[in-house]
DNA sequence: CAACAACGAGAGCAGTGCTCTTGCGATGAC
DNA sequence: GTCATCGCAAGAGCACTGCTCTCGTTGTTG
């Protein structure tokens, strides 16, 4: 793989280059549905149906680019921990998020590929599982060092049902990552979240809802971050114990107005599809 | 619009009605993707170029599929805030995120025609807006029904920067709806979290990652909405045995819960290539 | 009834993914 | 050094797609 192997070994991890970077270039001007093979070829000088001799189909080739899309937005998050570095967990939990976030929005198109729906005839194979795991890994380096400082607030086990439990022990086996499975599973709900926050930005849900994008997500990362246990060290302890999520105890339990229902039925009531 | 206007309107309206069903199939079969004028002029027995009489392109056509499905998933929305009432407000909250994931499971090609990456030539037109918007209206009622009963916790001021606090406040007020801004920020939030679990469970993020799902949204939706400020009445909510819902699986007419898993598992699935 | 607008059918254009065959040229075995 | 072999590019071609244009027909309306 690595010794100068002839040649025409080199023409073709260079052609193959070649082609994935027009093709990257194609998919940020256009999106992945505008991928063209043919107009791949035509921009390299080649005709289309050489281009099969580097990648059997266009879902292959768009693999490809998921592949390295996925390992693109990895890195900035993996890059986010050793930039970010401290005690604070909040702090680089949001850090990671942010930098997902910068990541996407200097790539929206790519981004789309991986947080969108689905591509028609794409069945996800193998080999994205491992790159496409890396920002998750990333969230969870934070948490796992929160534990190990003492700042991870693990919520009863009574919280999350016995399946969901077993879900997150046996993805803790799997990543042989020791973190307790309350824990893990509030992890991944907030992980879940974080890409609600940015595909909701990134594909125009909040048009004329949030202007002051970035320091909306700022915060709600932070919140997502509380919510899933982490804590800030000291000083702000004072205020984990209320911290959203948990143990809210409602503060005034003072009774119904409670024709609420009507007003339902008379503001949406006739409003059928 | 309604009189008995000619032979040919009445026509119209119906090869019109027509064209969207089909295509609605189409969609629903294979993808937004792999929707095609020709295949559904095909399917209706007449040539495609007759079909441009009545959607001016391809993209006009999705843009129509587009605005029902807002509709119907608002509707779902909507019907689960009547199909459910009561003075919970967290119990609102998450059957109306139910409600939703139900239609989503249904539907999981019309759902990523609505909250998937942007569709290539389409701009959300004016017309979708107000469709798009009846999912967070639904959500937002539950919290005002809340702070009318005194069960919406608002978070501090401080917890927002002014500029998301000024958003918040013209949200508010083109909405015409009196709830504090640092309580819709967090509603916003939470709103966009919602469709990342969704997102998440829908595209296949959660593969390997959580099997119960259904258990898992519950659970999640619920922490959401306390992390949004909802309370529940007095304090029995607080031990669980049917806190968040998980067990209490609301009947909806539209239910059919299992098949919809077993359906999205065939349609979205893993097809090795 | 006649003028007119709406309509369906068909041909055609430019583009797509993909397959198959053909011929060239560098590689490697003898 | 010669020559068969194999990788590769090129081209033609197939079955599609969205979309446009023209041309008769048909329902509506003055």
Known sequence: MSA?????????????????SEARRQLAEQGAAKLSLRAVARELGMVSSALYRYFPSRDELLTALI??????????AEGALTTHPGSDP?????AVCQAVRRWALAHPHEYALLYGSPVPGYSAPRDTVAPASRVGMALLTVAREA??????????????????????RTLAD?????????????????WAQLFGLLNFELFGQFTNVVEAREEFFAVS??????????????GIAAEDPDAPGYDTVPEDPQARDADAATEIARRFGQAGA
């Open 221 to 234: 990362v932070g919140t997502l971050a509380r919510a899933a246990g982490l804590c800030s060290p000291e």
């Open 67 to 76: 592949i390295d899309a996925y390992d693109a937005v990895g890195a900035a």
């Open 147 to 168: 534990r190990a400082a003492g700042l991870l607030r693990v919520p009863d086990a009574a919280t999350w049902p016995p399946s969901v439990l077993a879900d997150a």
């Open 4 to 20: 100068i192997q002839g040649a025409r070994e080199r023409a073709r991890t260079e052609v193959t280059a070649a082609i994935k």
């Open 90 to 94: 909040v702090a680089r939990w949001t």
């Open 174 to 190: 799997g990543l042989e990552m020791e973190l307790p499975a309350p824990a893990l599973a509030g992890l991944v709900a907030a």
